[in-house]
């Protein structure tokens, strides 16, 4: 008799993990889709703060440049057919990081010390 219930509970299995977009698990498609969208939401929005194409991809450089590319066109069309001037980003953008080195900046040995001892009397001198 128990296994007369199997097919029934297996294909309850079944149904219930159909329904996994509920649960929040993300198939590949649907997370393609997302990064696609937000990607040219980037690009409406480079164009709308009238940054160049260029400056965009710099910024973004993890989001999809084909993408950024097809939003910025379509907010460039937008704003030309409505006639919208570019709003001006009040917030600069951050600058590049410098890379992270594994050396400290100050010379080896002190030998940044003994540059730095010469020029001080040099300095004073060229006061007198």
Same mark, same amino acid.
């Given at each position: 008799?128990?296994?007369?219930? %199997?097919?029934?509970? +297996?294909?309850? %299995?079944? +149904?219930?993990? *159909? ?7 993300? @198939? ?10 937000? @990607? ?7 164009? /709308?703060?009238?940054? *160049? ?32 001037? #570019?709003?001006? $980003?009040?917030? $600069?953008?951050?600058?590049?990081? #410098? ?28 006061? /007198?």
């Amino acid at each position: 008799m128990r296994r007369l219930y %199997a097919p029934f509970v +297996l294909s309850a %299995a079944c +149904l219930m993990l *159909a329904g996994c977009d509920q649960l929040g698990i993300e @198939s590949p498609a649907t997370a393609s889709a997302k990064r696609e969208a937000d @990607s040219k939401a980037i690009g409406g929005a480079c164009r /709308h703060a009238g940054r *160049a194409i260029e400056d965009c991809y710099t910024l973004n450089k993890k989001a999809d440049k084909a993408a950024i590319y097809a939003g910025w066109r379509e907010m460039n069309e937008y704003m030309r057919e409505n006639k919208l001037e #570019p709003v001006v $980003p009040v917030i $600069p953008p951050e600058p590049p990081k #410098p890379p992270k080195s594994k050396k400290p900046a100050s010379a080896p040995d002190g030998e940044g010390d003994e540059a730095a001892a010469d020029e001080k009397p040099a300095a004073k001198s060229a006061k /007198h």
